[in-house]
């Protein structure tokens, strides 16, 4: 948290400031007032001779200076050198008709700049660096310079920041510069242009020399000045030197442009990088100018030579390779004569345009109208008359470029042109050498509340390459700063990005021009930027950049870079970047992330705030807009409105990880994709216009001005075949044109259908297309490239509805890929039309897709899956998987595409790859929503899996294992290697580099083995050894979080779990354990071994099976006798015993369960002797820590943590300061030896006139010792208790004698011994609240109370942020609570969990313990030993926070046991309603009636729900139930009551797992009038949805979801 420094009034408001920030200071109250005195007079200039220069030049607090040169002032044209710097801590006024210019290392700006505004309407001309009255800034020196407030201001109190060179710092002051006409445009499109005559080639037939010559090749260096592009100089290749050519135009020529012609008939790729040296007509050759051309010339280039005056022109290479020349053109005229006046170009630019532009030499930007993302280029206005009104005199332009008049009706096709020069200048002096890209920087540094104001300046080489924060215009941490506009302004030539917004809200960047610039551009830096508005700014030529640090992307540059979607983006123009155009990259990073605002925020998930007419064209990388990597997870309904994007070299756009675009109205137009929706889930395009080829380009290519080829820049929309059920692209009321150039089989169609990353290779997502019109000859759809060259495999069974017949021009029906699998069930009645672009059309066709998942790992064994239907059978073949097939975190998908089954039914069964009866490891079944089509549908009911019955293959369960290749292990993201060893397979994982859960290993079971085998056994078991990050073999004790785990998992649930020890010398662990299948295993269908907890470590295991134990009396079953036998009911590894843990309750299954607690007096059970452990522990590694005073983040948990470089800190040096380490309860412990480890890095010396003790569970001291003397920093000093006898006792002490002041500190307090006594016949410990019910205060989102104990430690429960939050588990009964751990939130804002308080309440609600958690829980750390005391004993455990705040943790894992039964099964269960209360959601909310999704579950009929009307979408309402198992019975849906009870027909209610994959459905036909009840058969899911099957609204009064808790 932020300190307040204190607070000042802004605008009639109190506002806070930080201790960083720096505030408008009193002294400068009354600047307004103050009348101004002339610097000429103020410094006494005449007098003094400048003496004043040789110092800091100050402006002080509360006076106001005029900066007299406006003409005929003093000051008129002068060059002011400011050697030491200018510091405005007043009010320094510079006239708008000023002409000077200041020369100085620095400009601190701590009270006012100001220069008032010209009238509007009053220009002329904006002054150009040819010719009127500027003010230039230049900041120069390359010594760093710290900013010091001074002492007259209320920021003298904060130290100096160090701000680099050649800063202009505003730290608690503010800059009002209004330097531009408000009528001036700052850039326009282009209406026209008319084409002077062309200015002569003066190269040619000069003479012309060449470094030197190749003999074989070419025509000498006269080729490339013979008038004919064919012939071509050559020099040779690879000597050593950098081979240039030269041409002498025999006298001084003003060079326009240059066009350079590459040889022609091969070889072109070796003129590249090269540069052009220009020399004067001088005895010596005066080098004049040079151009650098970066990347491939190409068949030909026209560079600008922007009129340089030279008599010889060299072109050189950079590298040592051959240089060929075809033609050089060299356009220009006499330098001692005027310019002709026919050659003169002329723009149309409009009337405020060229009436503000007009100043003679003035630089006119021309964007690219081509694919190149550098083919914009600077033009100047010549000194003439003008032309007309409306119109610009231009020195010939270096190419043509298009206008309006030129577009064929597409008037964004036309240039942008923009005025680069301004009347104020700020600039950074060019320096050469190591420190030529250290130009300067404007920031505003920690000034919240203060508008700053800047309009109309150049900012020309500013910017520090490779310096954070050092950029041309920058915002920094200055948080609110409303009012602030950067205006009119030009970046160009940046060092360094160009308008930086960091940490600061509410900036107006308004129709800026950047061009010519490095690295990302218009940029919100942290993600944490919120209400900033861009509104028409222009960026070209943003070229790459070196990045600053690893994390940065300027190396792929965007013109406006998003970090955070909650701002403001309308009619700006990303005219190309060599990255894309607009670039999504939504993240949070520091320091931004610590802002109060930013707290628990995600970028990727925050609303849009506006998104309006964007363009983005002429653009490099990827694509114009891309939320490529991190993808956008947008709120519904989020809109991107009238989006222009053509002549992308990849994609127009580009959406990966994205969901809930709407793209609506807008043009997409000459990309080489028009969209990917790329993982893009509920894309939807509305009335967008999407042209493949244009017109337009058609006629660059006629005319020689871009070369692509024929199938090349004219693709269509992509639709991702695997987005998932449910998420398909939408497009709808669009116009299609521009392809039909005869390019098939590609992305040249209108909608083609993705071939990259396509995963399961199985089509998935429906997508809607329908409204839709095409031109006479497109290829509307194409699937070549998913079928044909995906480079991930074929994607398989594709279907396509044409809901009205818009696409085939036919009627309704179905585009399908030609697979037996689906045509061999369409009705024979329906001829399918032959195969076009790798599709077929079937009208009159009604198919749903739907999706069988099966375990990923039984793909690799060649499974099939037969579908049958009556007589019509088809095989689907398992296909290509994208991910590793050997990770487990998603299920392999086998395709269908049916109708409604003849027979009444599909049987779906699996044959392995020998044809022999098998079961996938799991099978579930999921159904794409309903196609709009009329006929015949397939419903879940109609889908029968049909599992296999038990026989030899279930003796051993991993019979089918053939190694190296073709096994059942996975892992989770990590990898793993297989190696051999003595003969027998090892397989390792991989230690995981970044924390996205545990290291595992995992195999799925035949779970139909288990279906005949109800109360059978099994014996699993193998060798395991472990390895940490140094690939040092470690020693696990089998009980500890680091010691790996197995876990047996059945129907999604561990049902018994063991953990194993290890050895530290490479020993393997041969380890083994019995499972006992319940007694009813007949709703079995899923299951699965896991080996884990290793956590970030490397585990390997070897010689694992699992086999059936024989039966004790014949049954039926499996015959052949297993390989693996046991050796004892229980598990046993060696070197040391592993405990078992055994499951308490029944199986989860689909039966009901229900019951009323007993109620008893809990026991305690009896003590008991332990035997000893062969070897001594450190028992305080477990204990739990407290202290007198904690300060400085040194919690009491540092002492025992096992880390030497963390220590505990007491807060202050009162006397007696203590120590205290709980080594458990219920344990007597015999303690041998005490350590005291002092810390290492300062002040050891403190650590003396200490008490070492022992003390039993009345805290009576058992045994003690006092340490007079020093402790050295990191000695160790060590106690025997009692000669090595030992002391029987609970609690270690260290302690401050009573009258000895200072500060605790140490390292480590160890205490070594064993276990003697423990409780005796006690029940097993086990966690006991994984899966009970949980509840909280509020809920954020999705992030329900039941994610504190889900096992799942990579999500968290997640409340509100508010007063006084709370979370709480109920663990049914009371029960003896041994130990509580609280794993924090992994992710992020692990901070948030601090001084909270831990409760424990018994059944009737009676305080039991309450703990406070002191101080910060970092990111992912746990908390354990919450409780301590005899007496825990209870059932509700509750966390809360008495403060203003979020609460969120990842797990809470109780160990202990139930003192009394818990509730057990009863044939009767009593119905509840599941739903009441449950956190609600609905697809549109209208605002205008109705009370939210929340208000169908919130007990009253007579509230009701109200989605919007004819959006066009089926409008939803959906209830989350929560993870407990549960089974549903009957839904009972209470109409609005009120009114319109009309609207709620013909409706499905889908029931839905923790996936939201389809479990089954129920369609209530007809009207529901007030109140329906549906009858549901037995249904297990999470989530109950209602969705309507018109667009119409949706409105429920009460939804009632009945049912009983398993």
């Known amino acids: 948290d932020r300190k307040l420094q204190g607070t000042t009034e802004h605008d009639g408001m109190v506002i806070s400031h930080s201790e960083h920030d720096y505030v408008e200071s009193s002294c400068n109250a ?87 505004g010209p009238a509007s309407g009053s220009s002329t001309g904006i002054s150009s660096e040819a010719e009127g009255d500027r003010v230039v800034i230049t900041l120069y020196g390359l010594e760093d310079i710290t900013f010091v407030p001074d002492d007259a201001t209320d920021n003298a109190h904060h130290g100096g920041k160090g701000v680099n060179n050649k800063a202009f710092v505003i730290a608690g002051g503010r800059v009002d510069i209004r330097a531009m006409d408000p009528t001036c445009p700052s850039w326009v499109k282009l209406q026209s242009i008319e084409y002077g005559a062309p200015l002569p080639n003066v190269a040619l037939g000069k003479r012309a020399y060449e470094s030197t010559t190749y003999n074989n090749a070419g025509s000498g260096a006269p080729a490339a000045v013979d008038g004919v ?128 532009w007009s100043t003679k030499g003035s630089r006119i930007l021309m964007t690219s109208d081509t694919f190149d993302w550098k083919d914009s280029h600077t033009a100047h206005v010549a000194d003439v008359p003008s032309p007309g009104p409306g119109k610009l005199a231009m020195l010939p332009l270096p190419k043509k470029k298009t206008a309006v008049d030129q577009t064929f009706g597409y008037p964004d096709f036309a240039v942008e042109v923009a005025l680069l020069d301004r009347s104020v200048v700020i600039r950074g002096e060019k320096e050469s050498g190591e420190h030529k890209m250290i130009g300067g920087h404007v920031i505003v540094l920690h000034t919240p509340h203060v508008g700053q104001h800047l309009e109309g300046a150049l900012l020309t080489n500013m910017g520090q390459q490779a310096r954070l924060g050092r950029y041309p215009l920058h915002f920094h941490m200055s ?50 930027e919120w209400d900033n508005k861009f509104l028409y700014n222009l960026g070209a030529k943003t070229a790459t950049n070196i990045k600053i640090r690893d994390q940065e992307t300027d190396n792929f540059p965007s013109t406006f870079w998003i970090t955070n979607p909650s701002n403001h983006w309308i009619g700006n123009v990303a005219a190309g970047s060599a990255g894309p155009g607009i670039w999504f990259e939504l993240k949070l990073r520091a320091p931004s992330s610590g802002l109060d605002i930013n707290r628990g925020i995600n970028p990727k998930f925050l609303p849009l705030g506006t998104f309006d007419n964007n363009t983005a064209h002429s653009n490099g990388f990827r694509a114009g807009i891309t939320t490529y990597q991190s993808g956008y997870r947008a709120p519904p309904g989020t809109t991107w409105n009238n989006i222009k994007v053509y002549k992308n070299q990849h994609s127009g756009i580009f959406q990966h990880g994205t969901n809930n675009i709407r793209l609506v109205g807008g043009l997409l137009a000459d990309n080489d994709s028009a969209a990917r929706n790329f993982h893009h889930e509920w894309a939807v395009y509305d009335g967008v216009e999407v042209i493949g080829r244009s017109e337009h380009v058609k006629s660059l290519i006629d005319e020689g001005r871009v070369s692509v080829g024929a199938c090349s820049k004219s693709g269509g929309i992509s639709i991702q075949p695997n987005e998932g059920m449910g998420l ?193 490891g799991y099978a579930t079944t999921s159904l794409e929503k309903e196609p709009a089509c009329t006929g015949g549908l397939v419903s879940a009911s109609q889908i029968e899996l049909v599992m296999p019955p038990p026989d030899a293959r279930c003796d051993d369960l991993f019979f089918r294992d053939v190694y190296p290749s073709d096994h059942g292990w996975q892992n989770f993201f990590a990898g793993m290697d297989i190696s051999e060893d003595n003969g027998s397979y090892v397989i390792s994982t991989n230690r995981r580099k970044h924390d996205r859960g545990h290291v595992n290993l995992s195999r799925t079971l035949d779970a139909s083995c288990f279906r005949g085998l109800s109360g059978r056994k099994y014996t699993i078991g193998g060798k395991i050894r472990i390895k940490d990050a140094e690939g040092l073999y470690v020693a696990t004790d089998g009980t500890s979080d680091v010691s790996p785990k197995v876990s047996f998992v059945m129907n999604g649930v561990m049902t018994k779990s063991w953990n194993i020890a290890t050895s530290s010398d490479g020993t393997w662990t041969d380890w083994s354990a019995i499972i006992t299948l319940p007694q009813d295993t007949s709703l079995v269908w899923k299951a699965s071994i896991i080996i884990d907890k290793a ?85 305080a590694l477990t204990g739990l820590a407290s202290m007198a005073t904690e300060c400085h983040n040194g919690f009491a948990r540092k002492a025992i943590d096992g880390l030497p470089n963390t220590i505990m800190h007491s807060c202050s040096s009162a006397p007696g ?94 205490a070594w011994g064993y276990p003697v006594v423990v409780p005796a016949n006690s029940p097993e410990i086990r966690e006991i609240a994984l899966y009970r019910p949980a509840t909280q205060s509020s809920t954020y989102g999705t992030a329900y109370a039941n994610k504190g104990v889900d096992g799942n430690f990579a999500n968290a429960f997640h409340t509100k942020c508010g007063s006084h939050p709370w979370w709480e588990v109920d663990l049914g009964v009371d029960s003896f609570i041994q130990d509580v751990e609280i794993t924090n939130r992994v992710q992020c804002c692990g901070g ?146 009120n009114c319109c009870g009309g609207r709620l027909k013909d409706y499905t209610i889908s029931f839905l797992d923790e996936n939201e994959d389809l479990v089954d459905s129920i369609f209530a036909a007809g009207h529901n009038g007030n109140r329906k009840t549906v009858t549901v058969d037995s249904v297990n899911a999470r989530f109950v949805k209602i969705q309507l099957g018109d667009k119409d609204c949706l409105s429920l009064g009460e939804v009632r979801v009945l049912g009983w808790y398993n």
């Open 728 to 920: 398909g692209t939408t497009i709808k009321n669009s116009v299609f044109s521009g392809f039909d150039n005869g390019c098939t089989g590609g992305k040249n169609a209108a909608v083609y259908i993705e071939n990259d990353q396509v995963r399961n290779a199985v089509f998935d997502a429906s997508p809607t297309l329908q409204a839709n019109t095409f031109g006479a000859n497109d290829e509307v759809i194409s699937a070549c490239m998913s079928i044909k060259s995906s480079r991930d495999g074929w994607v398989r069974y594709i279907a396509i509805e044409d809901v009205d017949g818009s696409m085939s021009g036919i009627g309704p029906g179905f585009y399908v890929q030609d697979e037996d699998a689906i045509t061999n069930f369409i009705d024979p009645s329906i001829t399918c039309h032959a195969e076009v672009n790798c599709l077929r059309f079937c009208p009159g066709a009604c198919l749903r897709l739907g999706i069988i998942s099966i375990s990923q790992d039984m793909t690799t064994r060649g499974f099939n899956m037969i579908i049958q239907d009556g007589t019509k059978t088809a095989t689907v073949a398992r296909g290509p998987i994208w991910f590793n097939e050997n990770q487990n975190h998603i299920s392999a998908h086998m395709p269908m595409v049916l109708p409604a089954p003849t027979s009444g039914i599909y049987q779906v069964s699996f044959t392995d790859k020998d044809g022999r009866p098998a079961w996938p």
């Open 229 to 356: 592009d064919e012939t071509f100089t050559h020099t040779e290749c690879w000597t050593g030197i950098n081979q240039w050519w030269e041409v002498d135009l025999e006298e001084s020529y003003t060079i326009s442009n240059m066009n350079i012609v590459n040889r022609l008939d091969c070889c072109g790729g070796r003129l590249h990088d090269y540069d052009i040296y220009f020399y004067g007509d001088d005895v010596n050759k005066t080098l004049v100018d040079e151009i650098y051309v970066a990347g491939h010339n190409g068949d030909r280039k026209v560079i600008s030579a922007n009129y340089v005056s030279a008599r010889y022109v060299r072109i050189q290479l950079r590298d040592k390779d051959c240089l060929q020349l075809g033609e050089v053109k060299i356009q220009g005229y006499p330098a001692s004569g005027s310019f002709p006046t026919e050659s003169l170009d002329t723009l149309t630019v409009g009337e405020d345009a060229a009436r503000c």
């Open 30 to 116: 009354n600047l307004t007032e103050a009348p101004c005195v002339d610097w000429s007079a103020y410094f006494d200039v005449v007098a003094s001779g400048n003496d004043y220069l040789n110092t800091e030049v100050k402006i002080p607090c509360g006076a106001c200076v005029n900066l007299d040169a406006s003409p005929g002032d003093a000051l008129y044209g002068s060059t002011l050198d400011l050697a030491e710097g200018l510091n405005v801590v007043g009010k320094l006024v510079i006239p708008n008709d000023a002409a000077i210019e200041v020369r100085t290392r620095y400009v601190f700006v701590q009270g006012l700049l100001a220069m008032p």
């Open 1392 to 1537: 948030r969990l601090r001084d909270a308080y831990v409760e424990l309440h018994d059944s009737d609600r009676n305080l039991v313990e309450k703990r406070l958690i002191k101080g910060a829980v970092g990111n992912g750390q746990k908390v354990v030993k919450v409780f301590n005391d005899d007496t825990s004993i209870g059932r509700y455990i509750r966390v809360s926070m008495s403060r203003n705040d979020c609460l969120h943790f990842a797990e809470m894992e109780v160990n202990g046991y139930h003192t009394m039964e818990m509730p057990t099964s009863s044939p009767t269960p009593t119905v509840v309603n599941l739903s009441l209360g449950k956190p609600a959601t609905e697809s549109t909310t209208y605002n205008n009636a109705g009370s939210g999704a929340p208000a169908a579950v919130d007990g009253v009929d007579e509230t009701f729900t109200h989605t919007k009307c004819w959006t066009g979408i089926n409008q939803w309402w959906k209830v989350d139930l929560g993870t407990n198992p549960l089974m549903i019975v009957q839904i009972e849906v209470v109409n609005r009551l």
């Open 1217 to 1310: 300061e203590w120590l205290l380490v709980d080594l458990g309860k219920d344990i007597i412990n015999r303690i041998d030896t005490v350590v005291v480890k002092n810390r290492a890095d300062c002040c050891g010396g403190r650590l003396k006139r200490f008490h070492v003790e022992v003390l039993d569970a009345d805290k009576t001291v058992v045994w003690s010792d006092f340490h007079s003397g020093t402790v050295g920093n990191g000695v160790v000093k060590t106690w025997s208790v009692n000669g090595g006898a030992g002391a029987l006792g609970r609690w270690v002490r260290v302690r401050f004698e009573e009258t000895y002041r200072s500060f605790l500190h140490i390292a480590e307090l160890e």
């Open 479 to 528: 948080e609110c700063v409303h009012g602030s506009t950067l205006a009119k302004n030009v970046i160009w030539e940046s060092n360094q990005r160009c308008v930086v917004i960091h940490g600061s809200h509410n900036v107006t960047v308004s129709e800026n021009v950047a061009y010519d610039t490095k690295g990302h551009c218009f940029m919100l830096e942290d993600g944490g």
């Open 1095 to 1179: 956590e970030k470590r490397e585990f390997s295991i070897k010689d694992w099976g699992m086999v059936l134990v024989p039966s004790e009396s014949p049954t039926t079953g499996p015959t052949s006798s297993p390989s693996l036998s046991p050796t004892t009911a229980e598990p046993t590894s060696s070197p040391t015993s592993a405990p078992s843990l055994s499951p308490t309750t029944p199986l989860p299954t689909a039966s009901p369960t229900t019951g009323q607690p007993t109620t008893s007096t809990p026991t305690l059970a009896p003590i008991t002797a332990a035997p000893v452990p062969a070897t001594p522990t450190n028992l």
